[in-house]
């Protein structure tokens, strides 16, 4: 509710100061403390409703100030949320049992954050006249880039030295505590790569002992990440992404932690809710199969699991995602290959999720109300493609791409080759370079309308000019690529054109 | 007499020796250039594979490293294969990749060779990954530098590097570089100045467009038509009524890409009673693309009066343009004169059968 106060503890400045704008700019009275003393200080004279704590604090931890709150008659109403990073292995139980009220996972989602505070807060039912979630995040954009600015500077200084004094005196837990801070305030300024390796450096710090050969890998790793940092994050989720999922449903399945949080925050932003199951847990449940959506994590020890039985009922109550390791993706049964609606291949971004999860939501499967196929496919078949292109390396790209997708593939090299292999092999979808010797794509294309072959045809040449385009598609083309082209862009046209 | 003789003989076995050492040196060097083709020619494939998965999302960097081993320079020359085929975050990655495996750093550091054949690979690895903002922190003004090279497939490729690397202060001089009067630098150049033509409308073709040198003006115009694309100027009318009819001819052609203008539409019409057939054909193009009714009495009149080139083009201008210009070329079907009737006829028959201009 606009006004509320809260109080929010961290020791990094920079979280403190975003976290801060994000909230008042939600309505919220805040206040803010950089350590839990100077927090227990202020508690004497300011009442918030809210607590926002950091776990890890100078001095007095997070946890041992929330046990300080609740023994404190006068402060035993307040709920307290802390802030965790996944780095500590129970980091989230420890947190409950102190007794705060739930917490948060860094990196703290800007888009979602007021929306949880609010559900910690206990006024869900107010959610609806919050404002929408495009607009919850409206940091200045000024105040945002002079954030990111210092964020990058510092942290490139401090990595470098961390580098230096691996040679010298070197704090193993001083230096965590500060990898610590940039996982957060990485990924609160969007910078999810920084984060990312922070993340793991910080892994490799607390272990013991300590892999110094490793530990410099993976300092450098953050510092070049410092000096050259991928675009922040702070694009808005495509129009399309949102409506096919929010407030949809998602059961995913054997996930690792990791790829757990990855997936539960890149789902959070698209307003659609995940429920986390175990590989062993029995894929009939009630609960997993009433989603609208699976994914299901493969792995060389969950592939004989009973989610991942083509005949399991899962398949056919909903789409499936299948995420993994590219090389066990391609190693699956390709009964089950075929049935999956979407693959999510190694080091996958949150955003191509939802791009993926999207297209699997959106393209519906043959049996149902999918627009009829010239050449139906049988159900969980895959989509056969014939690739006709003199490039060899073309060729490699393309068949790589598309067989990583589930589809069946052929590839030729000149458009004779071409027109012989799409007479043979019936395939779905014929996709044609233009130049090519013998025959042209032009003249491949007219060939095959002429006889009345049914296949969905796709041009994929570098001639771009108009009359090369309407060239194209007044001989029959279903779509025309241009190239320099993406991969991505490529499959979801395919997938478009396999679903017509 | 012996002695000399023997300076001789002995001179001679140097030489001999000197010939045998040359020949042996090279035969080895001979022997390590096939052994490495044969090593290339056996580990690109692989190398193009990997590189494939590294774009489907694998992280294979270590096993590209590995089986490049020492060749460093065939994992370049794989990834510059890629030139003009992928795009997007796929690019992207394989840019990522050059990195990791170090070969931006050893292209920057070719890039200073005096070979001029490593520095054409190195600007070609160059181009290709100044797409990618990292890469393009790395390789700072080397491309600019380089348009001044003394070798000219040098000189493209970094123009090229400039092109992609987003410095707009520089197209100018690239564009400069595509007027100069080789027509294979033009072509090679000309795609890749198209992606910034809004860049280069600003100031560079206008600037080329109004030069004295009608020559310049000429090729502007040829490599503005070339692009095939939407302009956004509208300064056009001093071309379209230029002295030189190339020029009349070249700025026609172009007009259909420009926003409309009242200017450039009276030109046109005025370029109809155009004596010359060229100017007279442009003009027709350009009014059945943009389809101005207004011309229709005016390319009625060039299918009555004008020579053969001329009957084509004011006949399929006019299939362009209904209803009039149908219901004119139905009427001048049966004209007296059998050229105007024949042209006529052709152009109504093309259109039957789905022709088109």
């Known amino acids: ?500 | 007499m012996t002695a000399a003789l023997r300076i001789v003989s002995a001179l001679l076995g140097l030489y001999a020796l000197f010939l045998s050492a040359i020949f042996g040196l090279s035969l080895v060097r001979a022997r390590q250039s096939w052994k490495q083709k044969r090593r290339y020619a056996e580990i690109e494939p692989r190398l193009r594979d990997l590189l494939i998965e590294n774009i489907s999302g694998s992280n294979n960097v270590d096993s590209i490293r590995k089986l490049a081993g020492p060749d460093r320079p065939a994992v370049g020359r794989v990834l510059t294969e890629f030139e003009g085929k992928v795009a997007g975050a796929a690019r992207d990655r394989l840019c990522e990749a050059a990195i990791e495996l170090g070969l931006v750093q050893d292209w920057i550091q070719d890039s200073r060779s005096r070979n001029p054949m490593v520095r054409r690979r190195a600007f070609k690895g160059l181009a290709f990954v100044t797409s990618f903002e990292p890469a393009r922190r790395l390789s700072g003004d080397i491309p600019v530098l380089a348009l001044n090279d003394t070798d000219r497939e040098v000189r493209i490729a970094a123009a090229r590097a400039v092109l992609h690397s987003e410095i707009p202060e520089q197209f100018g001089q690239v564009f400069d570089m595509a007027m100069e009067n080789n027509l294979l630098s033009r072509i090679r150049l000309t795609e890749e100045l198209r992606r910034q033509a809004l860049a280069l409308c600003e100031s560079t073709i206008p600037l080329a467009l109004n030069g004295k040198d009608s020559e310049r003006t000429l090729v502007a115009l040829e490599l503005l038509v070339a692009w095939e694309r939407a302009l956004p100027f509208e300064d056009l009318h001093r071309l379209l009524e230029h002295d030189d009819p190339r020029i009349r001819a070249s700025a026609l052609a172009l007009a259909p890409l420009l926003p409309p203008s009242a200017d450039n539409e009276a030109a046109i019409f005025d370029a109809l009673r155009d004596a010359d057939p060229a100017v007279f054909t442009a003009a027709a193009r350009a009014a059945a693309r943009m389809k101005l009714g207004g011309a229709v009495a005016l390319l009625a009149r060039g299918l009555r009066v004008g020579k053969s080139e001329q009957l084509r083009a004011a006949a399929a201008a006019l299939a362009e343009l209904p209803p009039m210009g149908l219901s004119a070329l139905s009427e001048l079907a049966s004209n007296d004169n059998p050229a105007t009737a024949a042209a006529a006829a052709e152009a109504l028959a093309n259109l039957q059968h789905g022709g088109m201009f």
């Open chain 1, 1 to 500: 509710m606009p006004g509320e106060p809260i109080l929010v503890v961290d020791d990094t400045p920079v979280n403190l100061k975003l976290t801060r704008i994000l909230l008042v700019n939600e309505g919220y009275k805040v206040m803010t403390a950089t350590t839990a003393e100077e927090a227990l200080e202020l508690l004497k004279s300011f009442h918030p409703h809210l607590v926002l704590t950091d776990i890890q604090l100078p001095g007095m931890d997070g946890l041992e100030l929330t046990r300080r709150i609740r023994k404190d008659p006068n402060l035993k109403d307040l709920v307290v949320v802390a802030l965790t990073a996944f780095a500590m292995k129970g980091d989230e139980q420890k947190a409950i049992d102190a007794g705060c009220d739930g917490y948060i996972t860094k990196p703290i989602d800007t888009r979602t954050l007021g929306t949880r505070l609010r559900e910690h807060l206990g006024r869900r039912n107010e959610a609806a006249a919050a404002p929408p979630p495009g607009e919850v995040a409206a940091i200045p954009e000024a105040d945002l880039q002079a954030l990111r600015r210092v964020f990058l500077a510092e942290g490139r200084d401090k990595s470098r030295q961390l580098l230096l004094d691996l040679d010298g005196q070197f704090s193993a837990n001083e230096a965590a505590k500060l990898v610590h801070q940039w996982v957060g305030t990485g990924g609160l300024l969007g910078y999810t790569a920084i984060s990312r390796l922070a993340r793991e450096a910080e892994a490799i710090l607390l272990d013991r002992p300590l892999d110094n050969a490793q530990l410099r890998e993976a300092l450098t790793a953050l510092a070049l990440a410092f000096s050259s940092p991928r675009e922040a994050r702070d694009t808005p989720i495509p129009e399309y992404v949102s409506q096919a999922l929010a407030g949809k449903r998602v059961t995913a399945v054997g996930l690792p932690a990791a790829e757990e949080e990855r997936l539960g925050i890149a789902l959070e932003r698209a307003h659609a809710t995940a429920t986390f199951f175990e590989a062993g847990y029995d894929s009939l449940a009630e609960d997993a199969l009433s989603a609208d959506l699976a994914v299901i994590f493969v792995a060389p020890e969950v592939d004989t699991c009973a989610w991942l039985d083509p005949n399991a009922p899962l398949w056919k109550k909903m789409p499936v995602v299948l995420v993994g390791s590219r090389d066990h993706l391609l190693a699956l049964d390709p009964k089950v290959q075929g049935l999956a609606r979407e693959f999510l291949m190694d080091s996958w971004q949150p955003e191509e999720a939802l791009v993926r999860l999207s297209l699997a939501q959106i393209v519906k499967p043959s049996g149902g109300a999918r627009h009829v196929p010239l050449s139906p496919l049988a159900p969980g078949a895959r989509t056969r493609v014939v690739i006709a292109d003199d490039d060899a390396t073309v060729r490699a790209l393309v068949g790589t791409t598309l067989k990583n997708f589930g589809f069946d593939i052929e590839t030729v090299p000149d458009g004779t080759m071409a027109l012989e292999c799409v007479r043979r092999t019936q395939p779905d979808i014929a996709v044609l370079d233009v130049s090519m010797p013998g025959m042209d794509g032009y003249e491949v294309l007219a060939a095959l309308r002429k006889e009345s072959i049914p296949v969905r045809v796709m041009l994929l040449t570098a001639r771009q000019q108009e009359s090369d385009v309407i060239r194209g598609f007044s001989l029959g083309a279903d779509d025309y690529v241009v190239k320099p082209f993406s991969p991505m862009e490529l499959v979801a046209r395919l997938k478009r054109l396999a679903a017509r």
